[in-house]
Nanobody
Framework: QDQLVESGGGSVQAGGSLRLSCAVF????????LVWIRQSPGKEREGVAT???????GYVDSVKGRFTVSKDNAKQILYLQMDNLKPEDTANYYC??????????????????????RGKGTQVTVSS
């Protein structure tokens, strides 16, 4: 069974909005920091947002004020609300589980290979 399953991607024009969902199965919900990561062809992967086990969100500077990460504990779904989207936000977005109770600095997720689980991702395409 897939542990993390994303949905909600699509194609929008610049300035539009999308809400991504990540269904989290099993014990991951209560035991791992959850991370949204994005990657596009030819670019380094980038940690976009985190949500640690203490309920604290974190964002990379490029999305602050535009993206909001949240959790639905009853449904075990991690959300990423993305507003005022820009063409540079175009990427495959996936959620992942960091085994730490505290999330790592977002810059670390560009190269750190310690993630325990990740989903297949959902494509977001923003046109100008």
């Amino acid at each position: 069974q897939d542990q993390l399953v994303e949905s909600g991607g699509g194609s929008v024009q610049a300035g539009g909005s999308l809400r991504l969902s990540c269904a989290v199965f099993g014990y991951i919900w209560d035991n791992y920091c959850l991370v949204w990561i994005r990657q596009s062809p030819g670019k380094e992967r980038e940690g976009v947002a985190t949500f640690d086990l203490y309920g604290r969100p974190g964002y990379v500077d490029s999305v602050k004020g535009r993206f909001t990460v949240s959790k639905d504990n009853a449904k075990q779904i991690l959300y990423l609300q993305m507003d005022n989207l820009k063409p540079e936000d175009t990427a495959n977005y996936y959620c992942a589980a960091d085994p730490g109770r505290l999330c790592r600095p977002l810059a670390d997720y560009a190269y750190w290979d310690g993630l325990s689980y990740r989903g297949k991702g959902t494509q977001v395409t923003v046109s100008s």
